[in-house]
């Protein structure tokens, strides 16, 4: 069953651990995520970008793909299917796509054309039962043609959108989309604090989750961070996984070429990761 993710975030915050947001951009990156959230009894946020949706040819695809796979694989732990730094049209597509909760990324806007747009989105979302997002500052890096400058949220800006009734919040803290570089700062836990300290137990969200160390994790955790964003560990996981089957010649023996075959090293790299991910967030065993 597709659920809001409000509740699962809220004991989140209660529970003191945080819930992964996992994109997914077929069939496989959907059923390995699915049935490792099952095997460890954790809610689980399967979050789509607008680039990977329409490589999946559309919202409405996505969600029914994801509706009927539930149903298929006897799917019971908690899942949220997510819109992930959607535009303004296209949180309305997700919306009426079926999605359970959007993210809206006004980050770019001004901060009174962010505080409209995000109004306007929470109340519709309310209405149909959906959680929203919000995002103050920027999200360092690139993803799926989203590039941002990595700013710092200003603390009173992040109140001023908690305040409009969203059910999580994304506030910059000098994360970053992709790899991070050698000469990354870190995770700037004062910033974080002072949000933290001004919007309650609003639970916030960390982005570009992969190759943040895991002691900055536990510390963000400890700081009301409630759902953590992975993707790049994903992609990297599944792209060497593929590349060492091809490497070693086993697309060649038999029918070692079936796509069934040749993607399932992927396939269960992917589980490998997100059950890491799982038990480094504390999530495992709370659906």
């Known amino acids: 069953m597709i659920v809001s993710a409000t509740e699962m975030l809220k004991k989140a915050v209660e529970g003191k651990y945080a819930v992964g947001q996992f994109n997914i951009n077929n069939l496989e990156w959907t059923k390995a995520i699915l049935l490792t959230a099952q095997e460890n009894n954790s ?10 949706g329409k490589y999946m040819t559309g919202f409405k695809t996505v969600a029914a793909m994801v509706k009927a796979m539930i149903e298929e694989l006897n799917i019971t732990v908690p899942v949220a299917l997510h819109l992930d ?4 049209e296209g949180c309305y597509k997700c919306i009426e796509a079926g999605f359970s909760s959007v993210m809206f990324d006004g980050s770019h806007f001004p901060i009174e054309e962010n505080i409209a747009k995000t109004s306007e989105l929470v109340k519709v979302c309310h209405e149909k039962g959906l959680s929203i997002e919000a995002e103050v500052g920027s999200i360092g890096g690139e993803e ?11 603390p009173n800006e992040c109140k001023k959108i908690a305040d409009l009734g969203v059910d999580f919040l994304a506030a910059g803290i000098g994360n970053i989309h992709g ?21 309650g137990d609003l639970p916030l969200v960390l982005h570009g989750g992969t190759g943040i160390p895991a002691d900055m994790i536990q510390k963000a955790i400890s700081l009301g961070v409630a759902k953590i964003n992975v993707n790049t560990e994903c992609q990297l996981y599944f792209q060497e996984a593929t590349r060492k089957y091809i490497e070693e010649g086993k697309d060649l023996e038999g029918k070692g070429f ?8 992927g396939f269960e790299a992917i589980k490998v990761i997100v059950k890491e991910k799982m038990e ?5 065993n709370k659906a």
């Open 43 to 52: 809610p689980v946020i399967l979050g789509v970008s607008e680039g990977a």
């Open 85 to 88: 730094h959607g535009t303004y």
């Open 144 to 154: 799926d043609g989203v590039i941002g400058a990595g700013e710092i949220a200003d």
């Open 179 to 199: 790899k991070y570089p050698a000469n990354w700062k870190g995770l700037d836990f004062d910033a974080l604090a002072k949000t933290k300290e001004l919007i």
């Open 258 to 265: 079936d796509p069934r075959k040749l993607l399932a090293p």
């Open 280 to 284: 480094l967030f504390g999530s495992i």
